[in-house]
């Protein structure tokens, strides 16, 4: 098929990706391990961990799961915050030959519930503050392993120590929980399965590029979660087209080993955990954030050393924006500010570029692509409203409802193909029918544009689509046009039922300015939106309705409207 994204890559951007360079992605974090054993890996609370603690650490764990006699392939549970135990976690289960299941530490007992019975998984790694949602439902689940770790684990002993106990007794955030531990279950701790996994030897896992490395749940806006089955070849895939783009940028630093990746996104999540394994590639270093929205204690570690590539959803770049103390940080080190998650708004990337003097550049990604499909180029200097082009080795094609390709500018579905694109939903066959084309394109539910330089505009997503009196209005341009006007922070846009017109446009404003009017608010829409897409109800709110990674929930705005 034609590529006219090709001819407006950055010069020294490859066209392609060869993962097969890696017998499966546990040769690429284990020779990075090897290669970068006295390079720092991680600085979490101002403790460090090097790559040579991450190989040690993550092999013991690796070789304590292979002793439970788990079977090849077995599926494990991660739920845990970012803190150094995600990352000895995540490898220790890779190497040992199993499938990592990311979970959200925040889900409810229902959700959780769900996706350990719909993964089968029979392990769990676990912070403690989060045991009590495991224990109203682990009965319900195929769990029968379950490993506490505890917020200072890794933190040196002393200080370690130190922050359990204040995590436990004076933050008060572990509540009180009993596990069940009839059927077989058993509780270790973290520190004890590492330090028995020091007395056994792991085994090389017999993974290779088309074994399953995890299975990513989505967020199931739409209903039950998903879990999208990404193999070795898909994230090895995507972390080198993620090295081929985002490389350019990082060209003043020098040596992209020296690079500190700030880690703020919850490492469970696609966008983040695709960051953490780039950074493992490079050899450079995270900075974790445990918690992100403690945006004074965010900055703080901000300002302690410099910082070279920030990716964030529109919302966290937003926030940081309105902290008092977020002028006080030094940008002078910030080669990339990558917006991903959600659409970016222009009027907050234009006070980014402001502030931080590094523009805010936009992507597009899910959990079914390993967070990699389309980016703007790293060397743009401006904010350019779309999601950019496809990465080296993806191939996107604009779709109509019956799978067929449309020409340049016309709008339809967003479709991909590439190697980081999921094998499919695991155990969804109806839904893996519906989700590719005759062709091998994923389908997306994203409708877009392409232009002839290979840019790619969404529109929408079809599902948030709002008809008005039949014509198609989609809240990403109306939240976009609004979001630029004076006193407005951020803002969401909605359809409700609507007897004359089939639906009308609820919008729900956030304001920095106290004074800022209805009024005002309309009139400003009068001038800048044609009739049918100026909202008819307007409602002021402190806050917007986030899920745990900052998108704005359209549909509990929905619910309540």
Request: charged share 20%; proline share 5%.
């Amino acid at each position: 098929m034609e590529k006219p994204w090709l001819k407006s890559y950055p010069e020294g951007v490859a066209h392609d990706v060869n993962p097969e360079q890696f017998r499966s992605l546990n040769q690429l974090l284990e020779d990075s391990f090897k290669k970068n054993a006295s390079k720092p890996f991680s600085v979490c609370m101002n403790r460090w961990m090097s790559y040579g603690e991450l190989d040690t650490l993550s092999a013991a764990l690796g070789a304590w799961l292979q002793n439970l006699g788990l079977e090849p392939g077995a599926r494990v549970a991660i739920m845990l915050p970012n803190i150094p135990q995600f990352a000895v976690t995540m490898s220790g289960i890779l190497r040992a030959g199993y499938t990592c299941v990311n979970v959200n530490p925040l889900y409810t007992p229902r959700e959780l519930a769900h996706q350990l019975k719909d993964s089968g998984a029979t392990t769990i790694v676990i912070l403690e503050n989060f045991a009590g949602t495991l224990a109203d439902v682990i009965e319900q689940t195929p769990v029968k392993h379950i490993v506490i770790a505890s917020m200072g684990d890794l933190l040196g002993f002393w200080y370690g120590k130190w922050i359990t106990f204040a995590v436990r007794h004076l933050a008060k955030m572990v509540p009180a929980y009993k596990l069940p531990l009839g059927n077989g279950r058993k509780v270790t701790p973290f520190r004890q399965a590492i330090a028995q996994g020091m007395e056994l030897t792991l085994r090389p896992a017999a993974s290779t590029l088309d074994s399953v490395a995890f299975l990513q749940y989505t967020g199931g806006t739409t209903g039950l979660s998903k879990g999208a089955v990404l193999t070795h070849r898909n994230i090895v895939a995507a972390v080198l087209q993620g090295e081929a783009w985002f490389t350019p940028a990082l060209k003043r630093i020098g040596d992209v080993s020296k690079t500190n990746n700030i880690a703020a996104l919850p490492l469970y999540h696609i966008f983040a955990l695709t960051l953490c394994l780039l950074t493992v590639r490079w050899g450079a270093h995270l900075t974790l954030i445990p918690n992100p929205r403690d945006f004074g204690k965010f900055i703080e570690v901000l300002k302690k050393r410099p910082f070279h590539m920030l990716p964030a959803v529109n919302t966290l770049f937003n926030a940081l924006l309105q902290h008092p103390q977020f002028k006080t940080v030094d940008f002078a080190n910030l080669c990339v500010s990558q917006a991903g998650g959600m659409a970016a708004s222009e009027g907050t990337a234009k006070h980014w570029m402001k502030v931080t003097g590094c523009p805010m550049i936009e992507g597009w990604g899910m959990s079914e692509t390993c967070a990699i499909g389309t980016n703007n180029p790293v060397t743009n200097k401006t904010f350019t409203g779309s999601i950019g082009l496809p990465l080296p080795g993806i191939d996107v094609a604009i779709k109509d409802d019956d799978g067929r390709s449309l020409t340049i500018g016309e709008s339809g579905e967003i479709c991909i193909r590439g190697p980081q694109v999921m094998v499919g939903y695991y155990q969804q066959p109806s839904e893996n029918a519906k989700a590719f084309t005759a062709d091998g394109f994923m389908r997306t539910g994203d409708i877009g544009v392409m232009d002839e330089a290979g840019y790619i505009r969404i529109i929408d997503r079809k599902k948030d689509m709002i008809i008005v009196s039949g014509f198609n209005v989609f809240p990403n341009e109306l939240e976009n046009v609004i979001s630029l006007c004076a006193g407005v922070v951020e803002c969401a846009a909605i359809g409700i039922a609507d007897q004359s017109q089939g639906e009308a446009i609820k919008v729900f404003v956030v304001k920095s300015d106290s004074n800022l009017s209805e009024e005002e608010l309309i009139a400003y829409c009068k001038a800048n939106l044609t009739g049918y897409k100026r909202p008819k109800y307007i409602e002021f709110q402190d806050e917007l309705p986030k899920s745990n990674v900052g998108k704005i929930l359209r549909r509990e705005l929905r619910a309540t409207s």
